[in-house]
């Protein structure tokens, strides 16, 4: 079982910046594909962004210009670069790998909160 763990979440002011983090405890954690996932209360949980493990991103739509996901699998990690953060970016942030070439999401760290408030 692959275990993920956040950190970075917090508090920050609107046009702010925060950068989460996202460790695994998985040895070949170069073969998965890595992603951010966001859930507001009452809401589902969207896409953020993922990198495979070649280094292709995707974003989803709210967030391309403003987020960057970056991976170093060196040390096990994948980090979320947040700027330019408005209020509907509050959402508690999940990472989530998927073991490729599969699609579906087999583990998910346990979500670290982030609240975009002056």
């Known amino acids: 079982q692959v275990q993920l763990v956040e950190s970075g979440g917090g508090l920050v002011q609107p046009g702010g910046s925060l950068r989460l983090s996202c460790a695994a405890s998985?040895?070949?954690?170069?073969?998965?594909?890595l992603g951010w996932y966001r859930q507001a209360p009452g809401k589902q949980r969207e896409l953020v962004a993922t990198?495979?493990?070649?280094?292709?991103?995707n974003y989803g739509d709210s967030v391309k210009g403003r987020f960057t996901i970056f991976r170093d699998n060196a040390k096990n990690t994948v980090d979320l670069q947040m700027n330019m953060l408005k209020p509907e970016d509050t959402a508690v942030y999940y990472c989530?790998?998927?073991?490729?070439?599969?699609?579906?999401?087999?583990?998910w760290g346990q979500g670290t909160q982030v609240t975009v408030s002056s």
């Open positions: 998985e040895i070949i954690f170069s073969i998965y594909t």
């Open positions: 989530g790998a998927t073991r490729e070439p599969y699609s579906t999401i087999t583990a």
């Open positions: 990198v495979t493990s070649g280094g292709r991103t």
